[in-house]
């Protein structure tokens, strides 16, 4: 057993410079493969490839009932994100068939007609606000027509979903206005619920209405968990990784120029930012004591495991933090891996694929705005705060 470990007061929340919080990994990654640090009530950080993506195949050892690191007896339970098998397996096979990539090829007239849409009421006017504009409205729109939501409830939707996660620094320090809108979502989806059961549509929120588990139905309570977390984790995740990959290009001109000029490379350039740009950051509760890869758990422990950690790992990837669109082999883990990967990992794909398509096509050169700083926050998913755009018309 290796007692031999560095030890720090590694945090990983925070806001600080773009990529700034995998550069601090990187660096952890250079001194070990795991850390012990000493912020909060502690925590592990494994920091490389083979002790994150075998953590994550091992919900035996590495419990999902947990979604930060600060946090080890949460009085919440997201559906199905903090359920270990065979809880999650159950949900697993229900939720799938609705996100296979047949499904999702079904969809691609609509990304691509809302994508265009969005696209064009911006292009005219030379600069936007990437986020609140562009990367946030987009896939939520796609993700209402999915679960069946009124589309006149977008903008609703969008003041919630930025209560919740988009909080601006000092604005909610105790969580009050965002376990308000959580409330207010699940209050929401109950009624809306209720109106499915009545008179149900071609919809996964109408589908969900009727699920069994076990030969029996799924309880009211256990279904509006699962909303909640449809809606954050289907808001969120594509629209951080837009902003990671458009604040690549408009830093580096000859990646943009590339993909302007020959489209046909944007399926690997996706692959390559969802490499580079990994931003989730799960959280692991120990469920035994075991000396795993020489790290000296015990039970209770908590593990935090960045993705970045895997996706940028020097032993897996060469020349791990440069973007590189003809890399061969890019086996990465941006969606997780074990049983709790990414069910949305096809539609995220399509999506992102659409985007830089369209966009390039309309808006082919592009820059950060002088003045404005781009940062980012850390926690259990890293993201860029704000991007602002400019360009001639």
């Not at 109950?190 to 030969?215: H, N, V, Y």
């Amino acid at each position: 057993m290796d007692e031999t470990y560095p030890v720090c007061a590694f945090n990983e929340g925070g806001t600080g410079p773009v990529l700034s919080h995998a550069e601090e990994i990187d660096g952890l990654r250079a001194e070990h493969p795991f850390v012990r640090s000493t912020y909060g009530n502690g925590f592990w950080v494994f920091t490389d490839a083979a002790l994150i993506r075998d953590a994550l195949q091992h919900p035996d050892i590495f419990s999902s009932s947990v979604v930060t690191v600060h946090d080890p007896d949460p009085p919440y339970k997201w559906i199905p994100e903090m359920l270990d098998p065979p809880e999650h397996t159950a949900w697993r096979q229900l939720l799938a068939p609705h996100f296979a990539p047949r499904a999702m090829e079904r969809l691609e007239d609509r990304v691509r007609e809302r994508c265009v849409e969005l696209i064009g009421e911006i292009a005219g006017a030379g600069h936007c606000d990437f986020l609140r504009d562009f990367a946030w409205r987009y896939p939520t729109t796609i993700f209402m027509e999915l679960m069946g939501l009124p589309l006149d409830g977008l903008e609703q939707f969008l003041a919630w979903e930025h209560q919740i996660l988009h909080p601006a620094v000092g604005d909610d320090p105790e969580r009050t206005g965002a376990f308000e809108a959580m409330m207010a979502v699940m209050g929401y989806f109950s009624e809306l619920m209720e109106e499915k059961r009545r008179d149900p549509t071609d919809d996964l929120l109408s589908a969900a209405m009727e699920w069994r588990i076990d030969g029996l139905p799924i309880p009211h309570e256990d279904l509006l968990s699962w909303c909640l977390l449809m809606f954050m984790a289907g808001l969120d995740t594509v629209s951080i990784q837009l902003s990671y990959a458009f604040w690549h290009l408009a830093t580096h001109p000859d990646d943009r120029l590339r993909i302007a000029s020959d489209p046909s490379v944007i399926p690997a350039a996706v692959e390559e930012f969802l490499r580079q740009f990994a931003f989730v950051a799960p959280a692991r509760k120990v469920m035994e004591d075991t000396d795993f890869h020489g790290c000296p758990l015990h039970k209770g422990d908590m593990v935090f495991t960045p993705l970045c950690g895997a996706t940028r790992d020097p032993a897996v990837f060469e020349d791990g933090g440069t973007v590189r669109f003809d890399r061969e082999v890019n086996n990465h883990i941006a969606f997780g891996a074990g049983p709790h990967r990414c069910l949305g990992s096809h539609l995220a794909r399509r999506e992102l694929r659409v985007a830089l398509e369209e966009w390039h096509r309309v808006i082919p050169t592009y820059r950060l705005t002088p003045g404005v700083d781009v940062t980012e926050h850390g926690g259990g998913l890293y993201g860029i705060d704000r991007l602002e755009l400019s360009w001639d018309v």
